[in-house]
């Protein structure tokens, strides 16, 4: 039995978009993990590789590396030949704003209220003292309903 990346080869080796996706796969796996999820597209003009990345930190890192990333295209295009028909001499980075950040519901209690009014009042001060007595009374009040 084949395994599936042989038969979606078959299926979709003439298409050259498909050619470019596992070029930038292969470019992109030798990368740190946080380095590919920061990639948010990829694509080649040309002989440039646009990235869209997700914050400015990554677009230095990217940039830090395009070197490396130059070298390893030049080394995957000796060794296999899936980078037939494309080359890679510059870089453009961008940033993209969509924010990865979900602001995440307000939790509803999911527990009894357990408070019975049942502690030392050692506060000094009077007025403080009745402040405490006052929420003492409503927590009784509360614990009887």
């Known amino acids: 039995m084949k395994n599936g990346e042989t038969i979606i080869h078959k299926l979709f080796g003439s298409n050259p978009k498909y050619k470019e996706r596992r070029v930038i796969r292969a470019l ?18 040309g002989d440039t590789l646009i990235l869209t990345l997700s914050s400015q930190a990554m ?10 990333i130059r070298s390893l295209f030049k080394a995957l295009k000796r060794e296999t ?4 028909g494309f080359e890679l001499n510059n870089f453009k980075f ?7 950040f979900i602001e995440p519901k307000p939790t509803e209690l999911v527990y ?5 009014g049942r502690f030392e009042n050692r506060a000094a001060n009077k007025a403080v003292f009745e ?3 006052r929420a003492r009374k409503v927590i009784l009040s509360r614990a009887q309903v």
Not at 81 to 84: E, L, V
Not at 94 to 100: E, N, T
């Open 59 to 68: 677009k230095s890192e990217y940039y830090i590396k395009r070197d490396q």
């Open 131 to 133: 402040a405490i007595e």
């Open 112 to 116: 009894e209220e357990r408070a019975n």
């Open 81 to 84: 030949s899936i980078c037939d």
């Open 28 to 45: 992109l796996a030798p990368l740190p993990p946080i380095m590919q999820e920061a990639a948010r597209s990829a694509r080649f003009n």
């Open 94 to 100: 961008y940033v993209d704003r969509k924010s990865d």
